[in-house]
Structures are given as C-alpha cells and as structure tokens.
C-alpha cells in the first residue's frame, strides 16, 4: 500500500477521497496533491502569517508541526 499509519489510522495517498484537487480529463483522473499535503500548507500557511512563530521556531520544526496538525485532521477525518 502506498499509505502512511498515523497513529493508528491508514492514510492511502492514492486513495481518491484523500486528494485534496482531484480532476476528471480523458486520461482518466489526475489526483493532484493530497489532502494531507493540503491540510499541512493552510496550517503553514497560518502559522507563517504570525511573525512570532517564524522568529523564534527554526524552519524544519514549523514543517513538522504542519504535518503533525494535517496528521490529527486526517484522523479526526477517518473517525466520521
């Protein structure tokens, strides 16, 4: 499986519900980015729109932090 376990719950990034932008063409379907990736930039997003975060926090740990964030929401996500 092309997945990642997040504690405890199976991300399959091929998955189609899991893409954040998929579009149907000719070819068939071209899923984009997925929506854990998508979850992580709007929390990056918001953090880096906070001048104190990006100050005090090195560049690495905030990425981290965003796919911790896109990790919970995908479970929370799995859960409903």
């Known amino acids: 499986m092309t997945g990642t376990t997040v504690t405890g719950a199976s991300i399959d990034k ?3 519900t899991n893409m954040a932008f998929p579009v149907a063409n ?3 379907v071209q899923h984009g980015m997925t929506l854990r990736d998508y979850f992580a930039g709007q929390a990056l997003a918001g953090w880096l729109s906070t001048a104190d975060l990006c100050r005090y926090v090195p560049p ?3 990425a981290d932090l965003a796919y911790e964030f ?3 929401m995908m479970k929370a996500r799995a859960q409903k």
């Open 14 to 16: 091929a998955h189609p």
């Open 26 to 28: 000719e070819h068939g």
């Open 70 to 72: 896109a990790d919970a």
């Open 60 to 62: 690495n740990e905030v």
